[in-house]
């Protein structure tokens, strides 16, 4: 079993910028791949942004020069950096890790932007 832990959500102002963390305790694997994604209520959860142990990232087009994600790995943490946020991005965002092919999610972590 993973546990994830998220923190750093909150209320930003459109155009604004706010960062998020998640730690992971234990052991990081080579083949782990680690992500964000966000949920609204009554949608699908959909991938934000994701990133590999050699740092290999992926970004949803719709975050893509905005959103940056990063992995410290002495710390076990990873990170979303949001710029420029749209009231589009009000969303509950969810730490993941990718483990031979298991999916493994934090708690949430609510983010609303103001207009």
């Known amino acids: 079993q993973v546990q994830l832990v998220e923190s750093g959500g909150g209320l930003v102002q459109d155009g604004g910028s706010l960062r998020l963390s998640c730690e992971v305790p234990?052991?990081?694997?080579?083949?782990?791949?680690m992500g964000w994604y966000r949920q609204a209520p009554g949608k699908a959860r959909e991938l934000v942004a994701t990133i590999t142990i050699t740092q290999i990232t992926n970004y949803a087009d719709s975050v893509k020069g905005r959103f940056t994600i990063s992995r410290d790995g002495a710390n076990k943490k990873m990170y979303l950096q949001m710029d420029s946020v749209k009231p589009e991005d009000t969303d509950v965002y969810f730490c993941?890790?990718?483990?031979?092919?298991?999916?493994?999610w934090g708690q949430g972590t609510q983010v609303a932007v103001s207009s």
């Open positions: 993941n890790i990718n483990r031979d092919s298991e999916n493994y």
């Open positions: 234990g052991i990081l694997f080579s083949s782990d791949r």
